[in-house]
């Protein structure tokens, strides 16, 4: 009988998004797998909470600022206690503090998913800098990259990862959860919106790469011809000032409405006649698949993994990325020709139960994670324990100033160099 292996998966925690999603949904099954999971949050909330109602075993590792090297001895000591064979990580923050604290600790093997493209996750110049470097830096130490598709395979491939440490494991969602909502309207009752008028909405948060301001460009030209449409704005973010100014600016005040984030997100796609993802990049595009779980037709920029989700334009309205003129037209397609949208709907909701299960992502990542506990060829195989205790037992007594270099001397194979 195989043994149980245990996996840590390390996640930033600070919002409710894909990514956050994702690994709720891969913990709560991948124990009929043989795999024991925990997660560890960088911050804590909202995520954290959300696992804690859930009853998945899980803990807080605090970051206190975006400098604070010490999370990852705090982090290291943490998995010294748990022991897990694997390592996962997800997200920029978590990569770097996750890889070095698996690796200081010992921790055979790591696993980083990719759920999107850095450099779009990040607006400002100089973040967009440092966090490049700190995954050139450390990306070395994962010993297989998951990608959530072959747009983010690609994407891997082309920055220098090499091929045979990217496995594609598209997200996965269970159809029966969704279903529940069918027919739902108390979510469209609550807001005081009529049953016969078109609603359309979009489901993240609330960032620049989501592309709201076309969202709303697009909403503004839809309104001169169906007066009675409707717009909502779910999601939560940074962003939310600069999006309630644009709803003023486009005078879709009495059309438009902000709700927030929503934790039953089912009774809002249930309450939609429409889902539109507006993204300028997507790594995945899981809302596309709980809307057409539902029987919701998706229209999406041709960006990232969407055109893949949707078989490039058979299940769902593609349209090009920041074109506002394009989605207003494609949404007054679909508003125009009932038919045409239940026939979209139903191709994607086939196309969901055929290719993006749950049970599929979980039970390639159960392979993904055996296939490195008896892989002796893994980068981490390259450390002997002597020489992991050695920086381990130095983490309690030295400074932080040799703490580095313990780390600098026995992961110094790891540190690219910068021309």
């Not at 747009?151 to 494991?169: H, N, S, T, W």
């Not at 959860?177 to 049953?195: H, K, M, N, V, Y």
């Not at 008028?197 to 709303?216: D, E, N, S, T």
């Not at 207003?328 to 196309?351: F, H, I, S, T, V």
Request: hydrophobic share 45%; proline share 4%; net charge neutral.
């Amino acid at each position: 009988m195989r043994g149980i292996i245990k996996v840590v998966h390390i996640i930033g925690g600070g919002e409710f998004g894909g990514a956050e999603q994702h690994v709720l949904q891969l913990v709560k099954r991948l124990s009929s797998y043989g795999i024991s999971s925990q997660v560890v949050c960088l911050f804590g909330a909202p995520f954290y909470q959300i696992l804690e109602d859930a009853g998945i075993p899980a803990q807080v590792v605090e970051m206190h600022g975006r400098c604070d090297l010490g999370a990852v001895f705090r982090l290291a000591r943490l998995l010294r206690k748990i022991r897990p064979q694997v390592v996962h990580t997800h997200g920029v923050r978590a990569n770097l503090v996750g890889r070095l604290a698996a690796r200081v600790a010992g921790v055979p093997s790591v696993v980083t998913t990719v759920h999107s493209v850095l450099e779009h996750d990040y607006p400002s110049p100089f973040s967009r800098l440092v966090n490049s470097l700190t995954e050139k830096v450390t990306s070395s130490m994962t010993d297989r990259f998951i990608a959530v598709s072959g747009f983010i395979r690609d994407y891997l491939v082309a920055a220098g990862i090499p091929e045979q440490k990217v496995e594609v494991i598209y997200n996965g969602i269970d159809p029966g959860t969704w279903r529940q909502w069918e027919g739902d309207a108390s979510f469209r009752e609550s807001l005081g919106i009529a049953p016969d008028a078109p609603l359309i909405g979009i489901v993240a948060r609330l960032h620049p790469v989501k592309g709201h301001r076309y969202f709303l460009e697009a909403a503004r030209e839809v309104v001169r011809e169906v007066p009675q449409a409707r717009f909502l704005i779910v999601g939560s973010g940074f962003y939310w000032r600069q999006i309630d100014s644009m709803i003023a600016e486009f005078g879709l005040g009495e059309h438009c409405l902000r709700t927030g984030f929503q934790q039953e997100v089912g009774k809002v796609y249930a309450a939609l006649d429409v889902l539109v993802i507006s993204s300028l990049s997507e790594g995945f595009g899981l809302t596309a698949l709980e809307a057409l779980a539902l029987g919701k037709p998706v229209i999406a920029t041709r960006v990232g993994a969407l055109p893949e989700i949707l078989g490039d334009g058979e299940c769902g309205i593609l349209v090009p990325p920041a074109d506002s003129g394009a989605l207003a037209r494609a949404l007054l397609d679909l508003l125009q020709n009932p038919d045409l949208a239940r026939r979209l709907a139903e191709r994607g909701r086939k196309r969901v139960l055929g290719v993006f299960s749950i049970e599929k992502t979980v039970a390639a990542t159960a392979r993904l994670y055996r296939s490195l506990s008896n892989d002796d060829s893994s980068i981490s195989s390259l450390l002997c324990p002597e020489r992991c205790d050695s920086v381990q037992d130095k983490i309690y007594s030295c400074s932080s100033e040799r703490i580095l270099m313990s780390i600098t001397s026995a992961f110094s194979s790891t540190v690219w160099v910068f021309r």
